[in-house]
């Protein structure tokens, strides 16, 4: 079944086409008529949205504004199915006037290959590398990690003629959504955001898909644009080892049934990612306790919680999210805190997506993509000035500037609404540090829902040590239980654990990083050549965007680098150390000017060092720049003229 289906003939009745634009939503729907019928008349000055984040219903649109739109909508419709059209116009027009009205000012036409990727219009794929490698070339990369991105990574490859191979240590392709299986597990982006750009889906279920959702559609994704025979399952990457003398790569592996084997490739691209590793809790006993204990991601199907009395340690988004649905079936569920969420209301969070709008998506030619549009131009600044530190701010404990302070405070009134009828509940619930500190939560009212069912508990008390029987915590109180779940998180400081890299002169990666990970563009690392990370140091969003963009950047790069050593005739690539390292400081001073880089709540976002290792400090358009096409000046170059002409 293939993922984009072309659009189906627009045959409804007028009231048919009237029930379906009750769920239109008409920011998006505006701009895809405007486009499909070729009368810009439609986009009205006085139906322009304020262009608010995408989170507010229609696009903050007034009533008023809506049901005049639905009435332009309606017209433009019926001509569309009547054939009463005056014809298509260019997208690249189309981009540009719409674009305009969307944001109420003239684009700036360097954007336009940006919006153009990002719109991917039907049956176009703008970031399809436009070249493919010379056969007689010997060239092959090794792809570590068949998740999101190593599957894009694939997609690239094979589309320019690089052979490539894919190791996985799991069973099968889906990476993160292959091994969240916890109850509960979804998405917190928009699935139209949260997907590829060029393989786009019309018929999603729920606006923030579900695990088995997810993981279908990237294993779709996989065998559609023909991934899947290129993966080694069950192989596990142990070592890999920059040959000088070859001026390639040696990857050690060890496959299931504990053999060890060595391969070799001219490039390594490393797709683990950075929530791959699971962080157990560093606690007293936990050895000790008798009864089933297991990580979120590695949750354990085989326990059945029907009944039981379950101890969570840890309420971060993954516990966020099962932490309900266990309630729901454990006997008891006793849930210990160490530090509460902000969260962000989001009514529509489990909603499936409704049937007209579904409808329109099917119909509508370009409406899912101008959706897809709306989105992105929405996110990629996103909440990004919420999260700026004002040096002036007098206290920065609780709030980090004027922007950080008005969410603080909508944030904190969501939180009262949310517990009025509990006060007992609001103080433990209540963050006493800035938002965007660490992760936002996303939160449809399930959270208080949940806490508030007779048989659930929040601790807040520190945890002394675990038992035979259960919790205890720091006053000596023991909270017995039989089941066992970590909420914990992952080690997200600790990139490309466990495995080593050796690089020239035989450089030890983690021993150059010392805990410290750095990056340039989060891709390339002087010593290093021809490696190349997705979703590596400092690519990680915290306020806008998807992490999906982020990846089709950096391949995009990734492929720009090949093809610059096919073209110049060279065997190798390295990241020059002073490019690196300026990088990085630009970086860091970034980090510093947004409120995670300067809180001092506890977050994944800092590593062992006090540093922000993890995030993007910038907003999306920024890093497309960036990584749209390598400098042959950031790199040195490497030749193997003894190999010249063979491998």
Avoid at 410 to 424: N, V
Avoid at 474 to 490: C, H, K, P, Q, S
Wanted: charged letters at 25%.
């Amino acid at each position: 079944m293939p993922i984009s289906r072309p659009i189906e003939p627009l045959v409804a009745t007028d009231d048919e086409l009237r029930a379906a634009l009750e769920d239109a939503f008409l920011p998006a729907l505006l701009p895809a008529l405007a486009q499909a019928t070729g009368d810009f008349s439609i986009l009205r000055e006085s139906l322009r949205p304020p262009g608010v984040a995408p989170g507010v219903q229609q696009g903050g649109m007034t009533p008023a504004q809506q049901a005049e739109a639905k009435e332009v909508a309606f017209e433009a419709l019926k001509r569309l199915r009547d054939g009463q059209v005056s014809g298509e116009v260019p997208v690249e027009e189309a981009l540009l006037r719409i674009t305009a009205w969307m944001t109420g000012s003239p684009v700036s036409e360097d954007y336009v290959p940006l919006l153009l990727e990002e719109l991917a219009p039907e049956g176009q794929d703008p970031r399809a590398p436009a070249w493919r490698k010379d056969p007689s070339v010997p060239f092959s990369v090794i792809i570590i990690g068949a998740g999101m991105s190593g599957i894009l990574a694939g997609i690239r490859l094979k589309q320019a003629g690089i052979p490539f191979t894919i190791l996985e240590k799991n069973h099968d392709i889906g990476g993160t959504w292959l091994e969240n299986t916890y109850p509960g597990a979804r998405v917190d982006v928009s699935n139209a955001f949260y997907s590829y750009s060029f393989a786009q889906k019309n018929d999603w279920p729920t606006h923030y898909s579900t695990q088995p959702v997810l993981l279908e559609y990237f294993q779709e994704c996989a065998r559609e644009f023909g991934v899947r025979e290129h993966v080694q399952f069950n192989t596990e990457v142990t070592l890999l080892q920059w040959d000088e003398d070859r001026a390639e790569w040696v990857v050690h592996v060890r496959r299931a049934d504990g053999t060890e084997e060595e391969l070799r490739a001219n490039a390594v691209i490393s797709a683990v990612g950075q929530l791959n590793r699971p962080k157990i809790p560093d606690i007293p006993g936990l050895e000790r306790f008798r009864g089933p204990q297991f990580h979120s991601a590695r949750w354990d199907h085989s326990v059945d919680l029907a009944g039981k009395r379950v101890a969570v340690i840890g309420t971060g988004a993954s516990a966020a999210q099962f932490i309900p649905e266990v309630a729901k079936v454990a006997g008891e569920v006793t849930i210990f805190q160490r530090t509460p969420n902000w969260y962000v209301p989001v009514p529509h969070y489990h909603d499936e997506v409704p049937a007209g709008l579904r409808w329109l998506f099917t119909h509508v030619p370009h409406y899912a993509h101008w959706y897809r549009f709306w989105l992105f131009w929405n996110t990629t600044d996103g909440l990004l000035a919420a999260a700026k530190v004002d040096p002036n701010w007098p206290d920065k404990s609780r709030s980090v500037g004027p922007e950080n302070e008005n969410l603080r405070q909508l944030l904190t009134a969501y939180l009262q609404m949310q517990f009025a009828d509990r006060p007992d509940l609001l103080p433990k619930v209540m963050p006493d540090y800035p938002p965007a500190a660490k992760r936002l939560i996303l939160d449809n009212g399930i959270w208080a829902a949940t806490l508030k069912r007779p048989n659930v508990r929040l601790i807040t008390d520190k945890i002394r040590e675990v038992t035979e029987a259960g919790v205890v915590t720091a006053d000596g109180t023991l909270y017995e239980a039989d089941v066992l779940i970590y909420g914990t998180g992952f080690q997200a400081s600790k990139f490309l654990t466990p495995m080593r890299v050796l690089g020239r002169g035989g450089k030890d990666l983690h021993r150059e990083w010392d805990g410290d990970a750095r990056a340039y563009l989060g891709i390339t690392v002087p010593g290093f050549p021809n490696f190349f990370m997705l979703y590596g140091p400092n690519t990680n969003i915290v306020v806008n965007g998807s992490i999906i963009y982020f990846s089709e950047c950096e391949v995009q790069y990734v492929m720009g680098c090949l093809k610059m050593l096919f073209d110049r005739g060279e065997r190798a690539l390295d990241v020059r150390k002073d490019v690196h390292d300026a990088y990085n400081e630009r970086i860091d001073r970034g980090n510093l000017e947004r409120v995670w880089g300067v809180a001092t709540v506890n977050s994944w976002y800092r590593n062992e060092k006090g540093r922000s290792a993890q995030n993007w400090p910038f907003n999306l358009i920024e890093y497309w720049q960036q990584t749209r096409e390598p400098n042959p000046d950031d790199y040195e170059f490497i030749r193997q003229p003894a190999l010249a002409g063979g491998d």
